[in-house]
C-alpha cells in the first residue's frame, strides 16, 4: 500500500512529457483553481508533490556529486599515471644519455667475447645504454655471448621495460 502511495505521489510530482505548455496552462487540475482531490491516496499525493519534488531534485544533486567525485578520482588516477610515464620516460634518456658515442665506437670494435665480459661487469642501465647505441649486427653477437639471464635482462631494459632500469648489477 504505502509503495502504492509513493509510486502515486512521484507520478503527480513529475511533469507529463508528453503534454505542451499550454496544455498545461489550460489544465484546470494544476491550476490555481484546482479541485481537492476526491480520495485519501490522491489528497497525500497532491499536498505532498512538492516534498517529493525536493526529494528528487536532493536525490539527483547527491548523485551528481558522487559522479563528480569518481571522475576527479580516475583524473587523479590518470595524472599519476601520465606522471609515472614521463618519470619513465626521463630515466630511459638518462641512461641513453650515458652512453657516450666514443664509449659506444670502443664496444663496437672490440670482439664480442670481450665486450660481453665487460658490460657484465657494468650496471644493468649503463650497459643497456651501451647496447642501445650499438649497431644491430655488433650488439646481437654480444648479448649472444652473455650470459642468458643478464642478457635477457638487458634486452628487456633496451626494449623499454621498467623493471630492468632500476641499476641492479648482475
Known amino acids: 500500500m504505502i509503495g502504492l502511495i509513493i509510486y502515486t505521489a512521484i507520478a503527480v510530482a ?12 489550460s489544465d484546470p487540475a494544476r491550476g490555481a483553481e484546482a479541485k481537492p482531490p476526491q ?3 490522491q489528497q497525500f499525493c497532491f499536498n505532498n508533490a512538492g516534498v517529493i519534488g525536493d526529494a528528487r531534485i536532493a536525490w539527483q544533486t547527491a548523485r551528481l556529486s558522487e559522479l563528480a567525485a569518481q571522475i576527479g578520482a580516475r583524473l587523479a588516477e590518470l595524472e599519476a599515471k ?5 618519470a619513465w620516460l626521463h630515466k630511459r634518456d ?4 650515458q652512453a657516450t658515442e666514443g664509449v659506444v665506437m670502443i664496444y663496437a670494435r672490440m670482439q664480442p667475447d670481450a665486450a660481453a665480459l665487460q658490460l657484465a661487469a ?14 644491430a649486427r655488433a650488439a646481437s653477437a654480444i648479448l649472444d655471448e652473455m650470459e642468458a639471464g643478464r642478457a635477457a635482462r638487458l634486452t628487456r631494459s633496451m626494449a623499454g621495460s621498467d623493471s630492468a632500469l632500476d641499476g641492479k648489477k648482475s
Open 14 to 25: 513529475m511533469p507529463d512529457p508528453g503534454r505542451s505548455l499550454e496544455q498545461k496552462k
Open 39 to 41: 480520495s485519501d491516496v
Open 82 to 86: 601520465r606522471a609515472e610515464y614521463e
Open 94 to 97: 638518462d641512461m641513453l644519455k
Open 122 to 135: 657494468m650496471d644493468d642501465s649503463i650497459a643497456a645504454a651501451i647496447l642501445a647505441k650499438l649497431p
